[in-house]
Nanobody, 123 residues
């Protein structure tokens, strides 16, 4: 049984940093395509970043240069390092995984999801 558990969210001031953690069980993160999505109140879920099974990464334009996705094989964990945070980054952040390797920005193609962690950036 696959389980993804996010942690690391919280309240931070604009310009600050947070690191989100996605702890996986029931799958090996380096065998899957792993991603982070986010959903703000009243908005649709949107793609943030993904790391492919071959370690190549992709980012949404809105976070490029500020966020970094990475994996820790020993801990079977995916991280999202978020720097230079802005109020518009406020959202619930979700970890997701899938086997297939195309159109990684589309949320409905993912097989497994975590429960989410709240990130709030104050101005």
């Amino acid at each position: 049984q696959v389980q993804l558990v996010e942690s690391g969210g919280g309240l931070v001031q604009s310009g600050g940093s947070l690191r989100l953690t996605c702890s996986a069980s029931g799958l090996i993160v380096t065998d899957y395509n792993m991603a982070w999505f986010r959903q703000a109140p009243g908005k649709e879920r949107e793609f943030v970043a993904a790391v492919r099974w071959n370690r190549r990464t992709i980012y949404a334009d809105s976070v490029k240069g500020r966020f970094t996705i990475s994996t820790d094989n020993a801990k079977n964990t995916v991280y999202l390092q978020m720097n230079s945070l802005k109020p518009e980054d406020t959202a619930v952040y979700y970890c997701a995984s899938r086997r297939t390797d195309w159109n990684l920005i589309q949320s409905d193609l993912y097989d497994y999801w975590g429960q989410g962690t709240q990130v709030t950036v104050s101005s």
